[in-house]
Each structure stands twice: as C-alpha cells, then as structure tokens.
C-alpha cells in the first residue's frame, strides 16, 4: 500500500517510527540495519537504546508522538513483553500509535499477538521492501487518525 | 481520535501532555494547516512566560549532552524544564535519524523531562514555522525553561534561534582550523559562549581563543562570558546556570528586544501565507495573467511577469 496516497499524507512530515527493545535483549545488529534502511525509506527515525521498560517505551511514543512503535525482540520474552506494551497502551486510551513487531517469533505465536493489535512480527531473512511497506501501511493507518481523516 | 482545536488548546494549558504533543504535530503537517492554526490562535495570548534558551554549535561538541546535563539541574532547582532538538536529515532521501534523544535520554527518563525532537524536512521555512509553533505551545503550557538544539548552520536554523531569547554557542577541542570558521559565523550570535570537553587536550588553548576574539569584538553592555564544562563529570554547570539566567533577565529588560522579535513572527507568518498562495498557483491559474500566450511568443522575462503577479497575489487591491 505504498500508494500515491499515502506518499501525499507523509509529503511534509515522513513517517516518524521509534525503534524499541524493550526487555534484556543485547541483540543489536538488526536495529542497526532498521534504523538505517527507514531512514533510507524517508522515515524520521527514533531508537530508544537499550534495555527501555514498556512505560520508558510508551513515553517516548507519546512525547514524540509517533505514528509506529517498532518492537524487537530476539530473546524470546516477545509474548510477555510486547504484550505489556500493548496493554499500557489500551489503558491509556491511544489508539493513534500503531505497534508493529519483529525479531525471533516462531510463527504459531504469531496469531497471538496479532489478536493485540501486533501485526508483522517479521524474522530473518524478511526482505526489507516487505517491512518497509508494512510499516508505512500501518502509519498511514495511525496518522490519519491523529488528523482526524480516519 | 483527533478532539477539536479548543480541547487540544485546552489541554495544552492545562500541561497535558498528550494534547501538548499531539499540538506539536499538528503544527508540524501541512495536512493539518487549519487546525494548527486555530490552536496557536487560541493559545497565543497565554504565550511569552517561558525564558528560551537556543543552544547551537556543530555537530559532535556535545549540545545534546549539555542539555541533558542542563534540564537535570534546572529541574532540580524547581524550574519546569522542556526540549525541543532539530536533527538534520538527508535533502536525498527526507529521512533522518532523530539522534539527539539518545544523548539525553537518561536524564529524560529519570526527571520526567518533555523533548521532542523535530527534523528539518522539505522547505526550510517550514522548520523553523513549526519549531516557533512548537515553542509557542510549550510555552502556553507553562514550561519555564524551553531549550531549543541546533546546529546553527544554515538559513532555517539562524530563523529558529531568532525566537531564543538566549543563545549559548557551544564548541569544543578538536575542531581543527575549521574552528575558524565556525567561530566567525556564529560569534555575532552567541550571548554565552561554552567549551565543552574541558577534559580534552587543547580545552585552555581553545577557551583562550575564544576570550582573545571577544576582548578585540566590541560588545554591547551584555559581556559575552566563555563557560567551560566538562560534561562527562558534570563541571561547570552551575556556572553555565548562572549566564543564561543573568542572560535571561538582561534580555528580558531590552524592550526593543520585543519588538524585535514581534516583528519577526509576523514577517514569518505573512511569508508562509505568501508561500501558500504562490504553490497554489497552476499552469492553468497562470493563464489567468494576461496576456499569457503573448508574453511566452515576446519572451517577456520571468522577473517582469513575477512582479506583475505578486502585485495581484500579495496586494489584490492594485
Ligand atoms: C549475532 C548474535 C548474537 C550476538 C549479538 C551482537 C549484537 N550486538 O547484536 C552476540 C554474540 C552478542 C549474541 C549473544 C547472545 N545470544 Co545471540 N544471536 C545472534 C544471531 C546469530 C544473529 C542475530 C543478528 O544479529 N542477526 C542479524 C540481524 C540484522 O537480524 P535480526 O536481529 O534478526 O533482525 C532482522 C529481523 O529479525 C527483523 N526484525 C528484527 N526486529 C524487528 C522489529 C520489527 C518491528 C520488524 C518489523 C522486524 C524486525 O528485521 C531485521 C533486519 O532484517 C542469532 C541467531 C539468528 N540467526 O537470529 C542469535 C540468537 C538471537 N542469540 C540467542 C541467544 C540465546 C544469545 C545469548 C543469550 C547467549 C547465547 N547462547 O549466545 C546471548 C544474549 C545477549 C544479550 N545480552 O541479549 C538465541 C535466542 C534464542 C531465543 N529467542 O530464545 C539466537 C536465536 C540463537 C539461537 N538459535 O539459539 N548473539
Ligand atoms: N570527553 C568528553 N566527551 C563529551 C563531553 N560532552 C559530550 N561528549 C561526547 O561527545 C559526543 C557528541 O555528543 P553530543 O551531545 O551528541 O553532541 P552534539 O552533536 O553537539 O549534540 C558524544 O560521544 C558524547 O558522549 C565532554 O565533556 N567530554
Ligand atoms: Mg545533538
């Protein structure tokens, strides 16, 4: 869905995604890569360090107010930790931030978290063009609600 | 879901920082141009608390870390305390990468500190009208302290600190001769000039170098001090604190200085809205200007035809 209409809604402000671990995960590599080829896409790219708490996340998002959160995780605490984010999130009534995963899922959990909202949930190995318009599908999805032309 | 400007201009005066946020990305989207604008309508008299604070130099020298640094200590004197930091991004691609969070980040998440960072996109206007926006609603918002990060170069930057009523120059060892340069291009501007990286080699000779230029600059009655820091122990700020708050207090004596700076929030508001109706201009509005077809078979030049639409455009009366 990387559309001429969703190159008209981020013409003047580009898609703003916040890359996040938000657990004890060391595996930085594939941030790197991340950051780096939304960038290249023409997205405005936040990363929020190591070992951020779900609430460290939430904040950034808000304050930023950014139209992707991006969580990754490979160290298999995904269930738990993402849903927590999810959660915080309901809680406080955002519903114009849109969460997308990534990183090591084995594919029967990936039902799951989509159920919360958590799509994508992509691998190794996933081509970075299949990413980059999953997420720009998904901002197209919260900055028309942040405008109000949802 | 989006509320109306009035709530969102409501909770901005309430401190709330959703509505502050979601303001700011407003201001930000030409998609959201009206809206935007009846927020800053609607907030603008509860604006001109705020002491703002522009703290700029090239890239490397260590601002964000600075200004980590500084709203730490400033909150802990009781002063509510937000950032906004300009990162630049690629002219090729749009994109950039909002890196001046993670410097501060610590500081961000322990004191509960409101930053937000903005990239310099598209037209250069463009930045600074949505950073002045930006600014605008912190301050309605009640912030004390709002410190704005730059990097100094550049048109769209020089607008932005031309908001600030305090700018802080901030270099650093190991610039090499390009210190030179710098230095020539920023020193009308600074009111407080800092050294950061004091822990470095060649701190002294750079911070000599600096109060030797100041001493041959004549100065008005404000007397540019040169602070030194080293950030990674924390050294210095308490002075640094002392000027921009002695630099706050002379600026805000210097009516002028208002005016000055009315001014130019209005000329930048009447460029936007020159800017607004000249891209609305189309091949087939410009057949509206007479004479089209003759003017392209005489090859009358684009200057003569340019003066002749901006008397229509800007003074319709003519
Ligand atoms: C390199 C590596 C390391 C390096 C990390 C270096 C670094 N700074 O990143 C080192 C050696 C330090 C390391 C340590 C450990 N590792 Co390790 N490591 C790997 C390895 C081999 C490759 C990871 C990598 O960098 N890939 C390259 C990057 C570019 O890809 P990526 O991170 O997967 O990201 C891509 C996609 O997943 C996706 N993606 C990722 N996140 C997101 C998010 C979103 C929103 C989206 C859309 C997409 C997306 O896009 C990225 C780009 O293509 C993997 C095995 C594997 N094949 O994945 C194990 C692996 C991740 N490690 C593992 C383990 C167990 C560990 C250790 C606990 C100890 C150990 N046994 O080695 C420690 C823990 C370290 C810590 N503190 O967290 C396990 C995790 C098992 C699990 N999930 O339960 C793995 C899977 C190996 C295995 N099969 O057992 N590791
Ligand atoms: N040695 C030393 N390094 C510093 C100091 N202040 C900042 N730095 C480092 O300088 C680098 C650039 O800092 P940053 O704040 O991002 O600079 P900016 O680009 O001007 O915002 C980082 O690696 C900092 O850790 C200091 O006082 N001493
Ligand atoms: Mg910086």
């Given at each position: 869905m990387v559309d001429g209409k969703s190159q008209s809604l981020f013409k003047d402000k580009p898609i703003k995604v916040l890359l996040a671990k938000p657990g004890i995960d060391g595996h930085d590599r594939g941030m790197f890569v991340l950051a780096k080829a939304f960038r290249d896409a023409g997205m405005d790219v936040l990363y929020a360090g190591l070992l951020p708490t779900p609430e460290e996340v939430i904040d950034t998002a808000v304050n930023e107010d950014v139209d992707v959160i991006a969580l990754s995780l490979l160290n298999g605490a995904h269930l738990v930790v993402f849903r927590k984010v999810a959660d915080l999130m309901k809680k406080k009534g955002i519903d114009d931030i849109a969460i997308v995963g990534g990183g090591t899922i084995p594919d029967s959990d990936k039902p799951k978290l989509e159920k919360i909202?958590?799509?994508?949930n992509y691998g190794p190995g996933t081509p970075l063009k299949t990413i980059i318009d999953h997420i720009t599908e998904r901002a197209a999805e919260a900055r028309s609600r942040k405008l109000g032309i949802a | 879901m989006m509320k109306k400007a009035d709530d969102i201009a409501n909770g901005i005066r309430a401190g709330d920082l959703r509505s502050i946020s979601r303001a700011i990305t407003l201001v930000e989207d030409l998609n959201s141009l009206t809206i935007g604008r009846e927020i800053i309508k609607n907030i603008y008299a509860g604006t001109g608390k705020a002491g703002i604070v522009g703290i700029t130099g090239p890239p490397g020298v260590g601002k964000s870390t600075i200004i980590g640094n500084l709203s730490s200590k400033l909150k802990a004197k009781g002063k509510k305390v937000a950032i906004i930091a300009v990162d630049a991004s690629s002219p090729f691609t749009n994109g950039s990468f909002l890196g001046n969070r993670i410097r501060m980040q610590g500081n961000l998440y322990r004191d509960g500190i409101y930053m937000r960072s903005l990239s310099s996109r598209g037209s250069s206007g463009g930045l600074s009208r949505s950073t002045w926006d930006a600014v605008r609603i912190l301050d309605a918002a009640g912030f004390d302290r709002i410190i704005v990060e730059t990097v100094g170069a550049g048109q769209a930057d020089l607008d932005i600190l031309g908001m600030a009523h305090t700018i802080a120059v901030v270099l650093a060892p190991g610039l090499g001769d390009g210190i030179q340069a710098i230095k020539a291009g920023l020193m009308e501007i600074a009111n407080v000039f800092i050294i950061n990286?004091?822990?470095?080699?060649g701190a002294f000779i750079a911070m000599k170098d600096i109060e030797d230029s100041l001493a041959l600059t004549p100065q008005n009655e404000w007397k540019i001090p040169v602070i030194g820091l080293d950030s990674m122990k924390m050294e210095g700020y308490d002075d640094l604190i002392a000027a921009l708050e002695a630099h706050l207090s002379f600026a805000a004596k210097d009516k002028g200085n208002e005016k000055s700076r009315f001014f130019h929030e209005v000329k930048a508001a009447l460029l936007m809205e020159a800017e607004s109706r000249i891209n609305s201009l189309t091949v087939s509005s410009m057949s509206g200007i007479t004479d089209l077809d003759r003017k392209i078979r005489d090859k009358v030049n684009p200057y003569t035809v340019a003066e002749e639409i901006s008397r229509s455009v800007l003074d319709p009366s003519s």
């Open positions: 909202g958590i799509t994508g | 990286k004091m822990d470095r080699d």
